[in-house]
Structures are given as C-alpha cells and as structure tokens.
C-alpha cells in the first residue's frame, strides 16, 4: 500500500550550531565513506515517530523506498530538503515542531561524531578517552546541565511488552514525575515510552515548565526502535557500548521495567560494572520493577543473575513488585545518596566521572557468527569480565532479532552458537525460551525465528 508524502524545506527551530562545507559535503555524500545513507536511515525513523513499524528495520524503507534528505548550507544556516518524506510529520504543510528538532539532533550528532573521529580528536583506544568522547558527544547535544540537582531517572525495558506492563511504567513515570525527576530512555516505544508519558502528567500537574525527556539511541537500532513523540531531547552515540556508556553516565539511577533480550543486555552491561571492586562503595539505585503478572518475569531475571554471577551481585539492586508508588520512592531515596556522594566526592551532578568502567565494556562488539562462538562465558574469570561475555551474547541476539547486519548476517549464515558453562547455558536457554513464549523478542503477532542456538 503505497504511503502519503510530501516535499519539503525546513529550517531549523531551536538554533542550530553552522555546519562547515566539509561536513555539508560529507552528510550529502552517498558513497561508502560518505554520511548520507546514516543520514537518510535516521531521518527517516524520526519522521515516522508514533506510527507502527515493527520489528524489521528494512521494513521501514519499504514503506518509504523514494524518502530522501539533503542538507542544505545557506547564507543565514542550514535547511533541510525532504522528498518524498511521510505525510504524517507535517500539519497543514508544516512539519510538527518536535519533528523539526529531532531532524537536526540527527544532523548535529551524525555531523559531530564523523567530524571528531576523522581529526582524531577522540581517543578510542583507552578506557579514558572513551569516556571523554561519551562526555564531548553529550556535551555538544547539550544534555549536560550544570547548576541542576540531580534528578535524571534511566528507565530501560521492552519495545514489546504487553499492555498491561504499559500501563505500569506509565503508573511509575508518574510518580516519579509527582518527585520533579525527569526521564532519560532508549527513545523508543513500550518501556521506553510509558515513563515518559505518565511523568509528563504529573510534570504539568506540579507546573513544572523545565520537563526532560531524554531519548538516547544509536544507528544500528534507531530504524527498529523509532523515538517516540515524548522525546525532546535525542542524542544519537555511535554505537551500542557508547550509548550504555551515556545512560549509567548521564542518569542518576535506573528503573528496570520487563522487556527481552535487549533489557538483560543493559542489567548485565550496569551489573557488570557495579561488581568491580572500584565501584563496590558508590551508590547506584537500580529497581527491578512490573506489575504483579510480572512477577515471575523478574523471578527468573534474579535467578539467571544469581546463577551466574554468585548471591551477592543481588546486593546491587532491589525487586518491587506491583507498587508503583514504593518504586518512585526507592529511587528518589536513592538519588538523595547520589546527591551526598557526589558533594563528598567533588564530582559533577551532571556526569558520573566517578563510575569505573573498564574497556570490554566500552569496546564495541561486531557480533559476527565468529565471535559470538568465542565469547568466554565460564566461572573461571572474575565476576565482571564474565558479566562482559554475557552481555555481548545478548548483545548478538539483539543484532540478529532487529538489526539490519545482524539479521542479514543470520540470513546468510543461519543463528549463531553460543557455548560456555553447562549450567549457565541451560539456565540461559530456559530464560530466551520463556522470552519467546511470553513473545518478548518481537512485536506481538508477530512470529519469531531464534537468530541463536545455545548448546546445552
């Protein structure tokens, strides 16, 4: 069925830093170093925020196989020229504002990271200069606020959840609105939306007018996981390790809601890091929380953890179940903590600096049939660094169930293997066995075909 669209011009709304003509070049430049195929892949996803485009990220292109963006440098800026964009961006001939801001984040953070990475300015082959470059990125999306307490709730979970666990996250986004804490999220629908949209309430009941809902994402996953119509701040990282890297940077807690393959790769990548000794004595709130039908959901999380990475990493974070109210509570506590400890410690509100991340967590992970096969998922390591293994092999499911290299990859070559520990496995088997039965692995009425075997 063929899609309405429209040709546009549009200038930026929010002030906009000048691109050079380097930059315009490059983000007009359709060849394989070029930046117009980034550019055209996220541009589109934003555009298509609130409609329905599933779980196949081609997908989104075949509805919209003409959609093209060119960047345009002016005497007095920059415009975009859309063709053939979707119709349901635009009222009555003009784009809808939130629309028109996300297009140029899109454009300023593809721009910015390309242009840094080309001068060398950032410094990838260290744990340090990682976290520098996470800094700049955000810093230049201007997300970094000074002169703030700390307030930023990390909310992560499911695209795919069902109705009832929705409502939920909208029940906990509220209260948590009603404290004055803002929302930061993977941009996209299910968990990702419903914090935001229940906070957005109790922001407006509270007259609060400085209301951040923060979306964050990277390329590989924006065209599966469109920003929803809440998001007014977007950044876009280069890469999955860096977006986790913003996330446990940037916020000043984390809320985890049920999701899939995807939510156990972010509980792995934080526990992975709370569990070095470095880190053993800065508070980090972390809530598991769902409705009672939940329940077992988490029950079955707690103990894959537990099995894996010894009793104690329980320590690091609590369950509430079917209080919302407790949830908000638990969190705002926590951030109190946070607030202490950072005064002690002389570090910034605004960016956890003292947070010690070591590199197998920031090093970006292609999963390739190859290296999925290697990952070292056995006891006899430290808890961390197997923690690490771990969240890559969730890592690699998440590319073969929605990423347009990872599903081609499985195309190609058929699931990946995963092998380590015995009983790891079967107990790693048994949970993504449940999360396709629950249908956490896609949208539901949607049928799944594993993009892995584990080898029990």
Not at 206 to 224: F, H
Not at 345 to 354: C, E, R
Not at 385 to 403: E, M, Q
Request: charged fraction near 25%.
């Amino acid at each position: 069925m063929a899609q309405l669209t429209v040709n546009a011009r549009i200038s930026p709304v929010a002030g906009m830093d000048v691109l050079s003509r380097d930059e315009v070049t490059r983000l007009r430049d359709a060849s394989q170093g070029g930046l117009h195929t980034l550019l055209q892949r996220c541009a589109l996803a934003v555009l298509v925020s609130g409609e329905q485009i599933g779980d196949d990220p081609r997908s989104i292109f075949e509805r919209y196989p003409d959609f093209d963006i060119q960047v345009l440098q002016q005497d007095r800026g920059v415009k975009l020229e859309l063709k053939n964009a979707p119709a349901r961006a635009f009222v009555e001939g003009r784009i809808i504002r939130g629309i028109n801001e996300l297009l140029f984040a899109v454009v300023r953070d593809i721009a910015y990271v390309a242009t840094q990475m080309d001068a060398g300015r950032f410094r990838l082959g260290d744990s340090y200069g990682i976290t520098h470059a996470v800094f700049e990125i955000l810093r230049n999306a201007r997300v970094l606020r000074s002169n703030t307490d700390p307030n930023l709730v990390v909310c992560w979970g499911g695209h795919s959840i069902n109705r009832t666990e929705y409502k939920y996250t909208k029940m906990v986004g509220y209260d948590l609105g009603l404290r004055g804490l803002d929302i930061c999220t993977g941009c996209g629908p299910g968990a990702m939306k419903g914090p935001m949209k229940g906070a957005t309430i109790a922001h407006d009941k509270q007259r609060l007018r400085r209301k951040r809902y923060i979306g964050i994402t990277e390329p590989g996953i924006i065209a599966s996981e469109s920003p929803n119509p809440i998001v007014n701040e977007l950044v876009i990282m280069p890469d999955i390790e860096k977006r986790l890297e913003a996330f446990v940077r940037l916020g000043h807690g984390i809320i985890v809601f049920p999701g899939g393959v995807g939510t156990a790769e972010e509980i792995l990548y934080l526990l992975g890091i709370l569990l070095h000794p470095q880190n053993a004595n800065l508070p980090f709130p972390l809530v598991f929380a769902g409705p009672r039908e939940s329940a077992a959901y988490f029950e079955q999380i707690d103990a894959f953890l537990r099995l894996a990475l010894g009793d104690d990493v329980a320590q690091r974070y609590r369950i509430v179940i079917d209080n919302p109210l407790e949830t908000a509570k638990q969190i705002a506590r926590g951030i109190d903590k946070v607030r202490e400890y950072r005064i002690e410690s002389q570090d910034a509100f605004f960016f956890n600096w003292g947070l010690h991340i070591e590199l197998p967590f920031q090093q970006p992970f292609r999963p390739t049939h190859a290296d999925m096969a290697a990952l070292n998922l056995h006891r006899e390591q430290p808890k961390h660094l197997l923690a690490a293994d771990l969240r890559r092999a969730f890592s690699g499911i998440v590319a073969g169930n929605v990423k347009e290299e990872g599903t081609r990859a499985i195309a190609e070559h058929g699931p990946f293997v995963i092998d380590g520990d015995p009983e790891i496995m079967r107990a790693l088997d048994k949970m993504l066995t449940s999360f396709v039965e629950q249908q956490r692995m896609k949208l539901p009425g949607t049928a799944y075909v594993p993009c892995y075997r584990v080898k029990t």
